[in-house]
């Protein structure tokens, strides 16, 4: 306390952003992460004669295909939140993000759903491995997502985001589209281009 | 930022008080004091390792031991000394100083890196010191350390071959270790990004800081794979997954070495950045260069991403990808002589204050050269196929990371400690010190590339008389005994003159400093500044010494 | 390099060595001498001088910048070329890999075509010592107990490395050249006309506790010392690797089929290896005399 009233204030545009750009920062580490698992998945894919091995069943498409809907509903949601808030429309705020974050939850019970249809699981070979481990962290990234979701709604609630103060909903948006690009390339590859 | 300061008024205890500290510059010194713990303790298992290996056929310390030694020797000096001193120490202290900031810009997120980088070494270290004093005390086997060595190669590390609890502790401990580097690295880059002081564009960052950033860009980019990796190589042995069994051995080290060459940068950069603040200062000039110091280092952060094969050149990869590797392996080489060219020449007409910081930035440049030569050796294919994993690798990238990294925060602790304790280290045994430590450092790594030429492998607990091999290894072990005798002066250095507070009082700018933390007090209030600096060049504290000054204050080139 | 380097690759190796060492011994001493003479030249004299402030030479940076890269542009050159002269190494624009999953026949045949090759030796690492078959001669034999790899002079020898558990790496400094040695995978290396005399090598790759008792001792002795040891040798298996043809074709088949019949066959299902019965019957006799 005692330093505080010696120092002179900042006045900094840049400190506002801090957060927005720190997810930005903070996806493109996730993406790398993202990127390893790939790798492997590529790797084993090209060391083996079939993908998937003989005798794995291909997955159905039917679930993922569900999610990608839900995950575009979510999507289009959060648009609505963000701009809203920029807007200073706490019901577009409140609304979006719950819609969100309710979405968000669907797509990690389908998902689940899907765990338990598929003909195979982890210990089954590498490619059940690495199939399931993309999978398993692409729900523990929307799970994280959604506790963000959780954190914007009571902060709304609180009357704490408006129109200049709302670093925290963009870093939301901006992680959730993240989200939302990570699974239509997770889709594509593990389940179209499969 | 209302987590700047803590209250004195409730009177908590220091403990309490740097437990719950949230400064970037108390942080700085957490992580400078347990990395450097981290470094007495991996240069011990060092000493137990040269003790076996003075002389053929000893048996000082068991097989079993010696192998986690190693193992633990690297891991240690990697990613609990190295990394976390110049990243998380020098880095977190002196950084948001040098860019004229307050605070980094997520202070919590900043302790919360501290205390699990904390926790990481503690379950990578503790595990393999309770297993050290059981195989002591002849209680048995604990099974707790980890015998894979640092690069932990599939299939030696899976289940099957290496069954005891050690190596589980050591991969979470990694994982962690790597999950707090990455935010850390987070941190560096929106802190450099957002709170710069008034002035400060990208051709004024100071070198050091400007190092940070391409070593944050590198984590941040690199780290991720690894933990990638880490985590199958986790559930593989825990829950029967089955990414290694089936693959090629190639694919964990194409995903281990995509991380630990990028690695060698990480470690190595940010001491360069170190001897580029010291260089100009103590020769009174400007660095020679600037932005092509600048843009090297960029480069070989760029080039370092498209190099990691060369790790893999007798491991079986394709012939053609193992040349495009060899191709980029050797033009790394080009920037990393720009730069030391860039320092020899900062130095060239100035006028040099002979302290100890400049004398261990002059080790650096002296060993480091020899490092990379090396390395260029290494990077033939060829070469690499008759060399590689010899004593003639061990004893390269010794040239680069102790004749670089080591000598570059050596000399950075006897040009910062003074700002952040106030006093100033003697320079006399500071002298004294870097003299052993250049003499002992190389002779306990010049007589291993000897070593290497005659054909002894790494790795290995023991060796028979008759391979030629004796005094090289007798004269390495002296020689490594001389750096820790070396490292012992710098404690009691420490420990006397600031513990024992007998050190001259340093003031603001003992060296006559170029960059903002020589602007504040020393030690730093908690605020840094009180008003924020405006910045006017790369060297804005000359700019105000030499304000008068109508000669050659600015002058160019 | 200081070891005895004994045949073509060794020397082509310690050539190129000696190449980048010549500039790697030149720059050493301009970066040495130009850092210690102006640690020596510049000391400060007076308190208050104050030298140029100069910030930089556009043309000493360029100078500084090419001539390295052009130097290091040399050295792969010289590399490129010095890699296709060694053993199997195929030619520049098409180099053979010497490393191929067990049951790649495509690759092993690329390894058949790349080199003549007089006699082949099958190595199998294991934690910790190496295993050796002599594939004609039937003698099989292990670093065990000191035991040497024999092998006659002037002849160019294959050797087909594979692990049984984890990686080990095969390298006699003297012979030039190292390789991993993979678990599931074949490896390769070449011995080129080696010179009578005593050599020795080691594991190069962390294996586990005794990896630095992973010696290999190597024998290159005349033609007829060595007929007689692989009489010798045959005589302490019992002689009954020259009992019949069925062991010889056996033998054959075994180079061809590499572990994966082996295997097969020691496991009792025969069914997927595409085997005849008789095959099958020539490949036991021939298992039965490496036990
Ligand atoms: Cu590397
Ligand atoms: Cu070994």
Redesign the interface.
């Known amino acids: ?4 009233h ?3 204030p ?1 006045h ?1 545009p ?2 506002k ?2 957060g927005l ?2 997810a930005i ?2 996806i ?3 993406s ?2 993202f ?3 790939f ?2 998945w590529f ?2 894919r090209d ?2 004669q079939a993908w998937p091995p003989l005798g794995i069943a291909r997955p159905n498409i039917a679930l993922p295909v569900l999610n990608t809907v839900i995950m575009a509903i979510s999507t289009i949601a959060m648009i609505v939140a963000e701009r809203g808030v920029a807007k200073n429309n706490q019901r577009a705020l409140i609304n979006g993000t719950a819609i969100a974050a309710a979405m968000g939850l669907l797509f990690m019970t389908v998902m689940i759903m899907e765990f338990s249809s598929l003909g195979f699981n ?5 490619f ?3 199939f399931v ?1 993309v999978l398993v962290f692409h729900v523990l990234r929307v799970f994280a997502g959604v506790v963000i979701m959780g954190v914007v709604l009571v902060r709304a609630f609180l009357g704490q985001l408006n129109g200049s103060r709302r670093a925290l909903v963009q870093a939301c948006a901006v992680y959730w589209y993240f989200i939302a690009s990570i699974w239509l390339i997770v889709f594509y590859f593990l389940y179209i281009r499969l | 930022m209302a987590s ?2 803590i ?3 409730k009177r908590r205890s220091a403990l309490v008080e740097w437990l719950t500290t949230v400064d970037h510059k108390k942080i700085g010194i957490v992580y400078m004091g347990l990395a450097f713990t981290f470094f007495i303790f991996s240069g011990l298992l060092a000493l137990a390792i040269r003790t076996q290996l003075a002389a053929p056929g000893m048996t000082v310390i068991s ?2 031991f010696y ?1 986690q030694a190693f193992t633990m020797h690297g891991t240690g000096m990697i990613f609990l000394f190295t990394i976390p001193f110049l990243v998380g120490g020098f880095g977190n202290y002196f950084m948001p100083i040098q860019i004229g900031a ?1 605070d980094m ?2 202070p919590k997120m900043n302790a919360f890196s501290l205390w699990l980088f904390v926790f990481a070494g503690f379950v990578m270290e503790f595990g393999f010191m309770l297993s050290m004093v059981a195989n002591a005390t002849g209680w048995g086997n604990l099974g707790l350390g980890s ?3 640092w690069n932990a ?1 599939v ?2 590390s899976t289940r099957a ?1 290496s069954p005891q609890a050690g190596m589980d502790i050591w991969l979470i401990g990694i994982t962690l270790n790597g999950i707090s580097g ?1 935010l850390g ?3 560096i ?2 802190t450099v ?3 710069r002081a008034p002035g400060m564009s990208v051709w004024r960052l100071p070198m050091f800081t400007w190092t940070l950033i391409t070593t944050a860009v590198m984590i ?10 880490l ?2 190589l986790t ?2 042995r825990n ?5 290694f ?5 190639r ?1 964990w080290q ?2 281990f070495w ?1 991380y630990s060459h990028p690695a060698v940068y990480i470690m190595v950069l940010p001491a360069m950045g170190v001897i580029s603040e010291i260089l100009p200062v103590f ?4 660095i ?5 110091l600048m843009v090297s280092t960029a480069l070989i952060a760029l080039l370092g991403f498209t190099t990691w094969a060369h790790h893999m050149f ?3 990869v ?3 990808i193992q ?1 495009f590797f ?2 980029t392996t ?2 790394i ?2 920037p990393t ?2 730069k ?3 320092w ?2 900062t ?8 302290k100890t910081p400049l004398m261990m930035s ?1 080790g650096f ?2 060993t480091f ?2 490092g990379g ?2 390395g ?2 290494l990077g ?4 690499d ?2 060399l ?3 004593y003639y690798v061990v004893s390269h990238f010794h040239y680069v990371l102790f004749g670089g990294s080591v000598f570059g925060i050596f000399g950075g602790l006897y040009y910062w400690l003074p700002k952040i304790y106030g006093r100033m280290l003697s320079d006399k045994i500071g002298k004294v010190q870097f003299w052993l430590m250049l003499f002992g450092f190389n002779l306990t790594f010049f007589p291993q590339y ?1 070593l290497g ?3 002894m ?8 008389p ?2 030629g091999w004796d005094i090289p290894n007798l004269l390495s072990s002296i020689g490594a005994f001389t750096i820790a005798f070396s490292v012992l002066l710098f404690i009691i250095n420490f420990v006397i003159y600031i513990v024992g507070r007998k050190g001259e009082v340093a003031g603001d700018d003992p060296w006559e400093g170029n960059t903002l933390e020589w602007m504040t007090q020393s030690p730093p ?3 840094n ?4 600096p405006v910045v006017h060049s790369e060297r804005p504290l000359w700019d105000i010494r030499h304000a008068n000054d109508n ?7 | ?3 005895n380097t004994v045949t073509a690759d ?1 020397i ?2 310690n050539s ?2 000696n190449i ?2 010549f500039f ?1 011994v030149i ?2 001493f301009i ?2 001498g ?2 210690l003479f ?2 020596y030249k ?4 007076k308190a208050d ?9 556009m043309k ?2 360029l100078f ?2 090419i001539v ?2 052009l130097i ?2 040399m ?2 050159f ?3 070329n ?2 296709s002269q ?1 053993s199997g ?2 030619t520049q624009a098409s ?5 191929h ?1 067990i049951g790649d026949d495509n690759a092993k045949r690329r390894i058949e075509d790349a080199k003549r090759t007089d006699m082949i030796i099958e190595i199998s690492g294991r ?1 910790w010592f190496w295993q050796y078959k002599y594939i004609k001669d039937g003698v099989n034999h292990s670093s065990q107990n000191d035991g040497e790899l024999v092998i006659p002079e002037g002849k160019v020898v294959r050797l087909d490395m594979n692990s049984k ?3 080990h ?1 095969w ?1 006699v ?1 003297s012979f ?5 040695v ?4 074949m ?1 390769y290396l070449w011995i080129d006309k080696p010179p009578r005399g005593s050599y ?13 008792q992973m ?1 290999s001792r190597i024998k290159v002795v005349s033609q007829a010392e060595y007929d007689t040891w692989v009489k010798l040798k045959k005589a302490e298996q019992g002689g009954v690797a020259t009992e019949g043809g069925n062991a010889e074709r056996g033998a054959q088949l075994y180079v061809d089929g590499g572990y994966t019949y082996a295997e097969a066959i020691a496991k009792g299902d025969t069914k997927n290896t595409g085997l005849q019965a008789q095959e099958v019957a020539d490949l036991s006799a021939y298992l039965d005399t490496l036990k």
């Open positions: 306390m005692e330093g505080r010696k120092m002179q900042i900094d840049m400190r952003n801090l750009f720190g920062v903070f493109v580490s996730e790398m992460f990127m390893g698992l790798l492997v790797y084993l060391a083996s982890p210990t089954t070979n590498a059940g491995s690495s481990m | 700047i300061s209250p004195l008024e097989q079993e192998n307050r810009a997520f015998a894979a060595s190669y299939p030696y071959f990455t690295a987070v941190n880059l929106v990004y957002s709170l941040l980019l690199a780290t991720p794979v690894l933990t990638a990796g985590m199958m559930t593989d829950f029967n997954t089955q990414f069994t089936t693959a090629d051995p694919m194409h995903v995509f020769s009174r000039k400007p020679f260069g600037l932005k092509a007798v491991s079986g394709n012939p053609l040349r060899m191709f050797m033009l080489a080009v002589g720009v030391i060219f860039n020899i020449f130095m060239w007409g100035g006028s040099l204050n002979m002059i440049i002296s050269t020899i030569i090396t260029v050796f033939m294919i060829p070469v196929q008759q590689h994993n010899s000897i030429l005659l054909g492998p790494r790795r290995i607990a023991t060796y028979l008759d391979r209030p908690e605020y500044f009180k008003t924020i000669t050659n204050a600015h002058g160019k080139h | 390099m200081l070891v060794a082509a190796i190129l060595y980048a060492l790697a720059v050493f970066v040495q130009l850092l102006s640690a510049y000391k400060r004299k001088e104050l030298p140029a402030q100069n910030h930089g030479n000493l940076e500084w910048t390295p890269a290091v542009i050295l792969f010289l590399s490129a010095t890699l060694l190494a195929g180099p053979i890999h010497n490393v999953k934690q558990d984890v990686l790496a390298w400094p030039g050249g190292m390789l991993y993979n678990p599931g995978e490896s020795i090598g080691q594991c190069n790759a962390y294996c586990g506790l005794q990896h630095a010696i």
